[in-house]
């Protein structure tokens, strides 16, 4: 077993330290204090333990009877027993706390750890001279004792039941890759042996197997713990029935609820990174930070101002890893990537099992009659259809579909039944497959719709739109969606009255419509600049982003429209963000190109504005720059009265604006 650096630390600071004797007594104190397990290796942790109790003896008579000089070499063996006790308490420790089933799966190495451990304090404690040591008659044959009980142990001690339960559990996996249905009773006596006893410590066991899989570096045990995972998932389905709804195992942080160490937050968003990448200056950001940077049109660094030599981006992995372990020690949520091995083929019994548990569901799904049985299932699908692409892909082949659209438009809607169902369809439509599924099986696309628009929560309500977002990742259907006017209407409905988190993901549908003509014209029809105008104060970035591609895409009708927002749009681009000033900046371009003299001059009429223009000019990002830059030259020309192309693309304009302005608020 490989020592950690930290323990020849520990090993310098025991040199120096006069208490030796008492660190000794404090850790086999610590290892007497530990439960043996109670499923698994429970000779080799009870009879660890046991000569930790007797060693606390013996160390705690050492101390009443100090020797005044110890020789060097039992000095030496001392802090070489601290050592090898420390790695004692850890691999008991990791024991009782890591996966059972990965703990099954590795019994034999496990054992031969113990079991070297335990030859190493033989030898040590063989060092160790009784009368060098000052011992009285009692406690020599203590020493005795322990020295023997160590000799006994030195032959494996690994439980033939230990080793039929493992090959009972490698039976199930190669059963479940030949496509065979596992034993219900051979899986029982199994779990039962685990001490996996219910739903909850089921979930608890999944989630300490992909804990296991980032902590892995061999892609084979990554393939073999995600077997597992299949194989839990299908024994929690099937012998213990579905968690209820909303119920947790162990309550989860949220990232707001503890300190983030500066070095884990992204210099731009200054926020948890999820996926750290290191661009060409040495510098570190979260992906999607540094991805919409360089999109937004900027070539230097946010951190040091250095131009990028180049756009590639480089994985941090180390950070990453780094971060993941930080927020499993912190019980937070840590969704950067779907769990994946790249082991070049398949991992058929993780398929198979997966195929197993979905259709054990969809079955249970369609037989269902009550809310809290049908709820209770559909939240396990969309547990599932979280995890990974092939359970999503699994799930719809299944035949849920047509199932969750059943239950969706039940005529009793429950709200928790509400979510779940949308929640589901959600998960399942980031498989881009699955699209063409959900836009095409009737039903599926109109209860989204329906829950967007009468939803009974705020959270059913924003992941509805959040699944309209994802559908329309598809150029295809961002066309349809974008010219139903239920849609459209039910987002900005949803922007202008729901709470933050549901504001944002209705923003988001919103600017993947905006992109076509056709929908950008709906988004007007149905009240987006009035929205715009509701929010331009709270959510400044947004707002303008979304004002900043319907102007563009709206034509003389957004142009009307947002004639009374001149006035606000001036006070971004003087107090904004550097993102918000840059859409206010690239706005007010269109505006004035497209919007003709009258446009100009209802802004060059607004005090200080070509001192704003200036300070853009001089400090905002690289495109804000570009803009400002286009603006002032409009101004300018509109100023000297110089009647050009830029301020006279539509010869009707004025006429628009006059006829216009007498139905706009304010």
Known sequence: MVVPLEYFSQRKRLLSNDNLLQSLLGISEEISSLEPLKFLLKRYTTSMIRKSQLLYVLFEELLRNPVSLYPNSTILCFEEIYIVMHRIMTLIQDCSTCSKMWLLIRIESISTNFNSLNVELSTLLDILSGKELNLNQDCLELLGLIKNQCLSSKEPLLDSHDKFLKSQVLTLLDDIKREIVPDTSLLNNIFKNLCLHDSTSCKDEIESLEDEVHNQTEENFKAEIISLIGLVRYAKCVIFGELPPGSTSRRRKTVAEVNIPADFKCPISLELMRDPVVVSTGQTYDNLSIK???????????????????????????????????CREQWINFESTEIKVKIGVVNKTALEATKMTVLFLVNKLSVSKSTNSINRVVHELRVLAKTDSDCRACIVEAGALPLLVRVLGSENRNPSLEVN??????????????????????????????????????????????????????????????????????????????????????????????????????????????????????????????????????????????????????????????????????????????????????????????????????????????????????????AAGIDNDATSTYSSSSVYMSSTRIILPG
């Open 292 to 326: 919409t940077w360089i999109k937004s049109g900027h070539n230097t660094c946010p951190k040091t101002g250095q131009t990028l030599a180049h756009t590639e981006l480089i994985p941090n992995l180390a950070l990453k890893n780094l971060i993941a372990m930080w």
């Open 421 to 638: 169902v949308v929640t589901t369809i959600l998960n399942l439509s980031i498989l881009e497959a699955n699209k063409t599924w959900i836009m095409e099986i009737d039903g599926v696309l109109n209860g989204v719709i329906e829950v967007l628009r009468s939803g009974s929560t705020w959270e059913a309500k924003g992941n509805a739109a959040a699944t309209l977002f994802s559908l329309g990742g598809v150029h295809a259907y961002r066309k349809i969606l974008g010219r139903k006017t239920p849609v459209v209407k039910g987002l900005v409905d949803l922007a202008r009255e729901g709470p933050t988190s549901c504001k944002k993901d209705a923003m988001v549908a919103i600017m993947n419509l905006a992109g076509d003509r056709d929908a950008a014209g709906k988004l007007i029809e149905c009240g987006v600049v009035d929205m715009v105008a509701e929010l331009i104060r709270r959510m400044p970035e947004e707002v303008t982003t979304i004002l900043e591609v319907v102007v563009k895409r709206g034509g003389l009708m957004a142009i009307a429209a947002s004639y009374i927002l001149i006035p606000n749009l001036v006070t971004i681009l003087r107090e904004g963000s550097d993102r918000a000033r840059e859409s206010v900046a690239a706005t007010l371009v269109n505006i004035c190109q497209k919007g003709g003299s009258e446009m100009v001059a209802e802004l060059a009429a607004v005090r200080g504005i070509e001192r704003v223009v200036w300070e853009i000019m001089g400090m905002g990002t690289g495109r804000a720059k570009r803009k400002a830059a286009t603006l002032l030259r409009i101004l300018r020309r509109w």
